[in-house]
Structure formats: structure tokens, C-alpha cells
């Protein structure tokens, strides 16, 4: 199976940064896709970026501009640098991972780590 573990979330003043890692162990072969959610308290959960095995790169609008995800070569770990942070991006924060063989999609999801941007 494929485990994924966040770290790197923490308490920052608004506008200040973070940088978040998710590294990868177990069954990685064949992932098309990683990526970062977030779920604040109360909200559903809510794609922030992704990036595919080729490259291309999706943001939410929330987050352009500020946000940047990142992958090393071998999609062994993900990461995503928070710059501008603001209160509303207060959330946990969870590394994704989906994989698709013969058009059947199987997502794997990180514990989480909390991300609190303070006013």
C-alpha cells in the first residue's frame, strides 16, 4: 500500500511562510497524481494543488500566486511552499496521492498537519 506522511505545518503570523512536505513509502509505482487538500473546522475538504507525473500543475483560485507545489523526480515526495499566508488559510492540511490502472482511480490520503495563520 502506499503510506504518506506530512510534516512541516505549524503557527505563523499572517503573511509570513511555510514549507510543506509529504514523503511517500510503500507501493508507489503507476501514481499519476499528488497533492495537497485542506479541511478547515466546519468546511469540506477542498483541493489546494496538485501535480501530475507530467508535470501539469493545478491551483486553487484561493491560492495562486502565493502557493507553490513542487515534486522531486521520482514522485517520491511532494511539497508545497505557503508564501502571504493569510487566516482564511488556516486549515489541516493533507498529501494526496491517486493512482488509476485500467480507469480505476484509488486515492491515499496523509494523517495531516495543522497549518494556524494567526491575525
Known amino acids: 500500500q502506499v503510506q504518506l506522511v506530512e510534516s512541516g505545518g505549524g503557527l505563523v503570523q499572517a503573511g509570513g511562510s511555510l514549507r510543506l512536505s509529504c514523503a511517500t513509502s510503500?507501493?508507489?509505482?503507476?501514481?499519476?497524481?499528488m497533492g495537497w487538500y485542506r479541511q478547515a473546522p466546519g468546511k469540506q475538504r477542498e483541493l489546494v494543488a496538485d501535480?501530475?507525473?507530467?508535470?501539469?500543475?493545478n491551483y486553487a483560485d484561493s491560492v495562486k500566486g502565493r502557493f507553490t507545489i513542487s515534486r522531486d523526480n521520482a514522485m517520491n515526495a511532494v511539497y508545497l511552499q505557503m508564501n502571504a499566508l493569510k487566516p482564511d488559510d488556516t486549515a489541516v492540511y493533507y498529501c494526496?496521492?491517486?493512482?488509476?490502472?485500467?480507469?480505476?482511480?484509488?486515492?491515499?490520503w496523509g494523517q495531516g498537519t495543522q497549518v494556524t495563520v494567526s491575525s
Open positions: 510503500g507501493i508507489i509505482f503507476n501514481l499519476n497524481a
Open positions: 494526496n496521492a491517486r493512482r488509476t490502472i485500467l480507469q480505476s482511480t484509488t486515492n491515499y
Open positions: 501535480i501530475t507525473r507530467g508535470g501539469m500543475i
